[in-house]
T-cell receptor, first 117, second 109 residues
Framework: GAVVSQHPSRVICKSGTSVKIECRSLDFQATTMFWYRQFPKQSLMLMATSNEGSKATYEQGVEKDKFLINHASLTLSTLTVTSAHPEDSSFYIC?????????????FGPGTRLLVL | AQRVTQPEKLLSVFKGAPVELKCNYSYSGSPELFWYVQYSRQRLQLLLRHISRESIKGFTADLNKGETSFHLKKPFAQEEDSAMYYCALRDFGNEKLTFGTGTRLTIIP
């Protein structure tokens, strides 16, 4: 149980275009999801907390207009990278809290690799 | 602000030898610590959490508040333990996790 999926797994886009990444909880409802960014050989950096039915909470230094987060349902959060540039190329990972699971445990998606040309 | 430090980026251990992956933290309150693991080509997954006080896959970790450490240990390494290990601290009052930089553990046959 407690499976989180992400789509797409990999995306290549041109500079200036927008890219949407989906994060779904498949067998549980998640009121809270998280979006991370991971650079090669570095740790996961939390970008924002996605709350169902309310605005996302962004970490310091993360541009909310650049990384739009929408958590419209209890099983889906989307991250849209707007006007993507090569420096946005990275590995984006989402996670979700299962309210019925062990406290504090996050379930991670497989990640989405974004390459901006 | 909280911080999690994993001083070793890489760690190689012979099969059958003991393993210790170090994790130190700084946090002003009462922390909740986790170890997450990422096997090759798999997603990040929870290995263990300090409040459970359990052994998972032979691994244990004890929270030492005096030394602000949460080292991960296993007495006899196995080849399938090769993976990336992340120590994480949970922010009291919310669900956010702060991750360390990770340690890549390689078990030498």
């Amino acid at each position: 149980g407690a499976v989180v999926s992400q789509h797409p797994s990999r995306v290549i886009c041109k500079s200036g275009t927008s890219v949407k990444i989906e994060c779904r909880s498949l067998d549980f409802q998640a009121t809270t999801m998280f979006w991370y960014r991971q650079f090669p050989k570095q740790s996961l950096m939390l970008m924002a907390t996605s709350n169902e039915g309310s605005k996302a909470t962004y970490e310091q230094g993360v541009e909310k207009d650049k990384f739009l987060i929408n958590h419209a349902s209890l099983t889906l959060s989307t991250l849209t990278v707007t006007s993507a540039h090569p420096e946005d190329s990275s590995f984006y990972i989402c996670s979700a809290i299962n309210p019925g699971g062990a406290s504090g445990t996050q379930y991670f998606g497989p990640g989405t690799r974004l390459l901006v040309l | 602000a909280q911080r999690v430090t994993q001083p070793e980026k890489l760690l190689s251990v012979f099969k059958g030898a003991p393993v210790e992956l170090k994790c130190n933290y700084s946090y002003s309150g009462s922390p909740e610590l986790f170890w997450y693991v990422q096997y090759s080509r798999q997603r990040l997954q929870l290995l263990l959490r300090h409040i459970s006080r359990e052994s998972i896959k032979g691994f244990t970790a004890d929270l030492n508040k005096g030394e602000t450490s949460f080292h991960l240990k296993k007495p006899f390494a196995q080849e399938e333990d090769s993976a990336m290990y992340y120590c994480a601290l949970r922010d009291f009052g919310n669900e956010k996790l702060t991750f360390g930089t990770g340690t890549r553990l390689t078990i030498i046959p």
